[in-house]
């Protein structure tokens, strides 16, 4: 299957400060990237659907001007979680859709604000 | 609304059977997903399904009755390697995955 990387896989950082998280489609290119986030024993919760060369599309509830999403290349989406806070700690996870039905995910990144 | 339903939590023997249900109502139906997600790691996939029936894969296997809005894995021979969250999702008619909470699966020696 297609490969789907994520940098960092884990990052430990200061209230307040920002966090950049890079998902990368290694070995197809990727219109649309989806970014998820989860909490403990809870299920993926879609955040925002990225799409290459314009502006992502955010699920309701999640604040756009907090989670900046840059899907600069076919390749390549970043997330960055601006000013975070301990409740911004999570499991971040992208995905890159290589078809309609074929959806490939990330390692994703565990981030821990203290 | 859109909704997937799935038990929270199942408890099987190793070298039994065990199967998972998961009963959906969406706005439209292109498919239906399993995946399995281990605790600390991304899901991984396990099987798709957008025609009626049954789809074998090794151990695995899923089903699939689009006029129920019905779907259920069944995992064979158990492993303890195989406890894990086992996640239903569906792709609607906007191709947009909607996402069951997911069955936690304990395998007992």
């Known amino acids: 299957g297609a490969v789907v990387s994520q940098h960092p896989s884990w990052v430990i950082c200061k209230s307040g400060t920002s966090v950049k998280i890079e998902c990368r489609s290694l070995?197809?290119?990727?219109?649309?990237m989806f970014w998820y986030r989860q909490f403990p024993k809870q299920s993926l919760m879609l955040m925002a659907t990225?799409?290459?060369?314009?502006?992502?599309?955010?699920e309701q509830g999640v604040e756009k001007d907090k989670f900046l999403i840059n899907h600069a290349s076919l390749t390549l989406s970043t997330l960055t979680v601006t000013s975070a806070h301990p409740e911004d700690s999570s499991f971040y996870i992208c995905s890159a859709r290589l078809a309609e039905n074929e959806q490939f995910f990330g390692p994703g990144t565990r981030l821990t604000v203290l | 609304g859109q909704n997937i339903d799935q038990p929270t939590e199942m408890t099987a023997t190793e070298g039994a059977i065990v199967q998972i249900n998961c009963t959906y109502q969406t706005s439209g139906f292109n498919g239906l997903f399993w995946y399995q997600q281990h605790a600390g790691e991304a899901p991984t996939f396990l099987s798709y399904n957008v025609l009626d029936g049954l789809e074998e894969k090794g151990r695995f296997s899923s089903f699939l009755s689009r006029s129920k809005g019905y779907s259920y894995l069944l995992l064979k021979e158990l492993q303890m390697k195989d406890s894990a969250s086992y996640l239903c999702a569906v792709l609607d008619s906007n191709y947009q995955l909607i996402w069951g909470a997911g069955t936690k699966l304990i395998i007992k020696p």
């Open positions: 990225s799409n290459e060369g314009s502006k992502a599309t955010y």
């Open positions: 070995d197809f290119q990727a219109t649309t």
